[in-house]
């Protein structure tokens, strides 16, 4: 018996090539997406972890706080904006920065010393971070040390409670009842992916 043997038209040949070019397509944007998805992802779990560290810092230290009126030096917190053109063209971040007066044990001497801490952001060629300067309480313009906190730190707001109202920067010799922090962060290689954190410290000293 003989059979008919019959091929593929033309038509049906581009109709099948048009069908595998569009699942092609569907799953190579599927796939892009799935992997901008898991960068960010990625890139938030890593500035999460940046603002972890940096209000864990801050709270260590806050609670060491001297009292500004036994010591002479109170907390100082100064309220400011700043523009930054060199990563970020024309974008005025908050710049706001702390100092007051701690004791903490130096592990090397395992003795007890009084320090005034400054946490500020670091700006200029390299990428902003958290920064975390101290000085002797003795000689506060004198910087004996510099530590890198967190990475990625474009802007702080503070904001201190007094019991009644919220200011924007403190003075005084005596503490706030509240400290408010507000972190902003942005991955230097990834403008878009931006992160908020605000975290409120209680000031307890004696």
């Not at 038209?9 to 595998?20: G, P």
Request: charged share 20%; proline share 3%; glycine share 8%.
């Amino acid at each position: 018996m003989k059979m008919n043997r019959r091929g593929f038209t033309l038509l049906e040949l581009m109709v099948v090539l048009s069908l595998m070019g569009v699942v092609s397509t569907i799953g190579i944007t599927g796939f892009f997406r799935m992997t901008d998805y898991w960068n960010t992802l990625q890139e938030n779990l890593r500035l999460n972890k940046n603002a972890a560290i940096a209000f864990d810092a801050i709270s260590g230290d806050m609670e060491n706080m001297l009292s500004g009126t036994v010591v002479g030096i109170g907390l100082q917190g100064v309220h400011s904006d700043t523009e930054d053109s060199i990563h970020f063209w024309r974008i005025t971040f908050e710049d706001d920065s702390i100092a007051f007066p701690v004791q903490l044990l130096n592990p090397l001497t395992n003795e007890y010393e009084q320090l005034i801490l400054t946490y500020a952001i670091q700006r200029g060629n390299q990428e902003p971070c958290l920064i975390r300067k101290s000085a002797p309480l003795s000689q506060p313009d004198t910087i004996q040390n510099t530590t890198i906190i967190a990475e990625d730190v474009t802007g702080m707001r503070i904001q201190y409670f007094d019991g009644s109202i919220w200011h924007q920067g403190w003075s005084r010799q005596d503490a706030p009842k509240l400290v408010r922090v507000s972190l902003s962060f942005i991955d230097g290689d990834r403008t878009d992916g931006q992160l908020s954190r605000t975290a409120t410290f209680p000031v307890q000293v004696e």
